[in-house]
C-alpha cells in the first residue's frame, strides 16, 4: 500500500517567517494534494500536482513535485495566524487505483504566532 | 462554489444502533466517497461509488457498512451496529465528470463527527 511521510510533524512560526512542509512517497505519485484541515473540520482544498517538476503557487503558498514525483513541498512565505491549521497531503495512485482514492499523510500541524 | 454538503454535523449514537450519514455531493459529479480520520490519525479510504453500484472498497468497509445513491442528490453512508471503534469524523467526497476528473481536485465536505457511546 502507499506510505506518504509529512515531515515535520507539527511546526511553530513566529508570524512573518518563512515555512516548508515535506510530503515523501514510497511510490511514485499520479498526483499530488495538498488539503488544509481546522482542527476537527473539513479538508480545503489548496493545491494538486501531477507533473515532475512542477510547481504551483496560490497567494502566499507554494507546491512543489520533485522529478521523479516522489516528494512535494508545500511553502509558505511571511506566515499568517490565517495559516495555522493542519497540512495533508494525499496522494493519487494512477492506473490501477480506483479514480478519487487517495492516500494521505499524518498531517503536520502548523501554529503561527504573532 | 459549490459545495459537498454533509449532515448532521455531529452524531451521537448508542453502541450498537444503526446510523445514517448524509452527502449531497456537488450535482454534476459521478463519482462518489467516504473517507474516515478517527481522531488524531490518518484520513482513511473507506468505499467509493459509480454509476450505481461499489466500485472499490477498503479492509475497514466491512459488512456493518453499505452505501447508497437513493435519489438524484444524496449519498448515504449507513452503519448497521454501531462500535466504540467506529467513532470518527466522516467525510463525504466527490469527483466529476471522469473526462476531466484529473485535473480536477476531489471535493470533500465537511464532514460528520460520530461519537458511539
Known amino acids: 500500500s502507499q506510505e506518504l511521510e509529512q515531515s515535520p510533524q507539527s511546526l511553530i512560526v513566529q508570524e512573518g517567517k518563512n515555512l516548508t512542509i515535506n510530503c515523501t512517497s514510497s511510490?511514485?505519485?499520479?498526483?499530488l494534494y495538498w488539503y488544509k484541515q481546522k482542527y476537527g473540520e473539513g479538508l480545503i482544498f489548496l493545491m494538486m500536482l501531477q507533473k515532475g517538476g512542477e510547481e504551483k503557487s496560490h497567494e502566499k503558498i507554494t507546491a512543489k513535485l520533485d522529478e521523479k514525483k516522489q516528494q512535494s513541498s508545500l511553502h509558505i512565505t511571511a506566515s499568517q495566524p490565517s495559516h495555522a491549521g493542519i497540512y495533508l497531503c494525499?496522494?493519487?495512485?494512477?492506473?490501477?487505483?480506483?479514480?478519487?482514492?487517495?492516500?494521505f499523510g499524518r498531517g503536520t500541524q502548523l501554529t503561527v504566532w504573532p | 462554489e459549490p459545495e459537498v454538503t454533509q449532515t448532521p454535523s455531529h452524531q451521537v449514537t448508542q453502541m450498537g444502533q444503526e446510523v445514517i450519514l448524509r452527502c449531497v455531493p456537488i450535482?454534476?459529479?459521478?463519482?462518489f466517497y467516504w473517507y474516515r480520520q478517527i481522531l488524531g490519525q490518518k484520513v482513511e479510504f473507506l468505499v467509493s461509488?459509480?454509476?450505481?453500484?461499489?466500485?472499490?472498497k477498503s479492509e475497514i468497509f466491512d459488512d456493518q457498512f453499505s452505501v447508497e445513491r437513493p435519489d438524484g442528490s444524496n449519498f448515504t453512508l449507513k452503519i448497521r451496529s454501531t462500535k466504540l471503534e467506529d467513532s470518527a469524523m466522516y467525510f463525504c467526497?466527490?469527483?466529476?465528470?471522469?473526462?476531466?476528473?484529473?485535473?480536477?481536485?476531489?471535493?470533500f465536505g465537511n464532514g460528520t463527527r460520530l461519537t458511539v457511546t
Open positions: 494525499g496522494a493519487d495512485m494512477g492506473r490501477g487505483s480506483t479514480l478519487g482514492r487517495l492516500y
Open positions: 511510490k511514485t505519485l499520479y498526483g
Open positions: 461509488f459509480y454509476n450505481n453500484e461499489i466500485s472499490e
Open positions: 450535482s454534476n459529479h459521478l463519482y
Open positions: 467526497a466527490s469527483y466529476p465528470l471522469a473526462t476531466s476528473s484529473y485535473n480536477s481536485p476531489l471535493h
